[in-house]
């Protein structure tokens, strides 16, 4: 079963910018439609982006429209999310799945990661 590892997280000022990237283990991700999610504290899971692993689709929750940019990058096998304008409210443990597309709404079903943390300072 392939896993996702991610990584690229860490502490920024307001404003500042982080750039994530989701790799795998034990397979490849260029066969999977990739989405990335977040939790912070005391609150659930939510989707921030996605991207359709076979005609460049892609899909961004409201927050992060204009401040968020998800790639696909198969050559390093790599998907990335480039983050921009990063707010205190954006602090969050970040983290990649595989998804299923439904209409632009992405649904996890792969195991969960560890995920990689993102602090933004005020």
């Known amino acids: 079963q392939v896993e996702f590892v991610e990584s690229g997280g860490g502490l920024v000022h307001t404003g500042g910018s982080l750039r994530l990237s989701c790799e795998s283990r034990g397979g490849t991700l260029a066969y999977y439609a990739i989405g990335w999610f977040r939790q912070a504290p005391g609150k659930g899971r939510e989707a921030v982006a996605c991207?359709?692993?076979?005609?460049?689709?892609?899909s961004y929750a409201d927050f992060a429209k204009g401040r968020f940019t998800i790639t696909r990058d198969n050559s390093k096998d790599t998907v990335q999310l480039q983050m921009d304008s990063l707010e205190p409210e954006d602090a969050a443990i970040y983290y990649c799945a595989a998804v299923h597309w439904k209409g632009g709404r992405c649904v996890p079903f792969s195991v969960w990661g560890q995920g990689t943390q993102v602090t933004v300072s005020s």
């Open positions: 991207a359709k692993d076979n005609d460049g689709q892609t």
